[in-house]
């Protein structure tokens, strides 16, 4: 007979988190699919002290053992802007990972269901992050497919488990693996060319990171609140928030892989991020940078690497459905083609968004993964 499981909540101590953390890469090892976060990352993310989302939200972590051995984990969290939006009284859940039993998956999210009831709550959703900019969806489709650093993997049995608990599916995504041509596909460079005369469009390039941050740092994330505005679940960045993406994100790209478009008088009319893909060097580090991980990092940044992350692509409303996708592609095709790429990942799209898999297109391409967010009413 099985020992009973019991939870525990999870202090915010940096050596409390980072056992949190380091449980959750162990649980997938020998998987050759699993991309670990880097540690420190999720850490601090998860650290009230560090990560200013905590200025609109309350979270709580827990760990499920058995016979004193973790077998489960998981962040409720409340985003506080968001409900005010969106009127609903809804809890998130995230960073959730468990062994395949259904006793230790019933006590792990009894755990956070009864957190979130006690603080009024009637809904929970997940898994998500406290925004946007963290990981969501529950992998429901691609298994055998190597995950990118901006998503999430787990094992087939997550989302059976979901079902067996009455989560039901509340929104899906799709992602896209995408051959990159060896030349610009005429069409994209037609339209490119009379989107951009006729808007008064033009492209910039930087030779610093420290030049862009200063130039278009503020104004990128705050297209980004504008853009992604009606999209799932969005908590818009606070001023705070802002900063410290800046500090996270703009610090840590290939300048070459990022495409800016501007209108005449300089304003920011569009953005493209892309960045060669940290898989492999995240797996062969194990989401250390220490002792050698910051190497594997490194050269997956600055050494030949044939896969790109499209990691956010963001345009002003005035400027949808008008061609300015094109001008990002447009831009960076070259450069992909010059540094030998193959492939680019397209990472989430929300499965309803025929916009956006509209750019497709123009190119060869895959759906390769699924992933899905459930929903349970309390």
Not at 97 to 110: H, K, Q, T
Not at 137 to 163: D, K, Q, R, S
Not at 261 to 278: D, F
Not at 348 to 371: D, G, I, K, P
């Amino acid at each position: 007979m099985k020992s009973p499981v019991t939870v525990t909540p999870v202090s915010t101590d940096k050596s409390s988190l980072r056992r949190y953390v380091k449980w959750g890469i162990s649980l997938y090892d020998g998987n050759p699919y699993y991309v670990p976060p880097l540690v420190f990352d999720d850490v601090n993310t998860l650290d009230p002290k560090k990560n200013p989302a905590f200025e609109v939200c309350e979270a709580q972590s827990f760990m499920a053992y058995r016979d004193g051995e973790p077998v489960g984990r998981i962040t409720a969290i409340i985003n506080r802007v968001v409900n005010e939006r969106s009127g609903r009284k809804e809890a998130r859940f995230g960073f959730v990972d468990f062994i395949d039993d259904a006793e230790a998956v019933d006590a792990l999210f009894a755990a956070a269901e009864q957190w979130a009831r006690d603080r009024g709550m009637d809904e929970i959703v997940g898994p998500m992050g406290f925004t946007d900019l963290d990981h969501e969806g529950m992998l429901t489709a691609g298994f055998e497919e190597t995950g990118t650093m901006a998503t999430i993997y787990n094992y087939p049995y997550y989302p059976v488990h979901m079902e067996r608990m009455g989560y039901k599916v509340d929104t899906s995504w799709v992602e896209f693996r995408i051959d990159i041509p060896s030349e610009i596909p005429e069409k994209m460079a037609r339209i490119s060319r009379i989107v951009m005369d006729k808007y008064k469009l033009r492209l910039l390039h930087f030779d610093s990171t420290s030049k862009l941050k200063k130039a278009y740092g503020k104004e990128l994330f705050e297209l980004i609140n504008e853009a992604y505005d009606n999209l799932y679940g969005y908590s818009p960045l606070t001023p705070a928030q802002i900063d410290y993406y800046i500090d996270m994100y703009l610090g840590f790209i290939k300048l070459e892989y990022v495409s800016v478009v501007v209108e005449e008088n300089g304003r920011l009319a569009g953005v493209g991020i892309t960045m060669p893909s940290l898989s492999k060097a995240l797996i062969k580090s194990r989401g250390r940078l220490f002792p050698t991980g910051w190497f594997h990092l490194l050269r997956a940044l600055k050494g030949h690497n044939d896969v790109v992350d499209l990691m956010l692509i963001a345009v002003r409303k005035e400027y949808l459905n008008k061609g300015v996708n094109a001008l990002f592609f447009y831009d960076l095709i070259p450069e992909y083609i010059r540094n030998g790429v193959k492939y680019a990942e397209s990472n989430l799209e929300l499965e309803e968004n025929s916009n956006v898999q509209a750019q497709w297109q123009y190119f060869t391409h895959r759906l390769h993964r699924r992933r899905s967010a459930f929903r349970k009413h309390l």
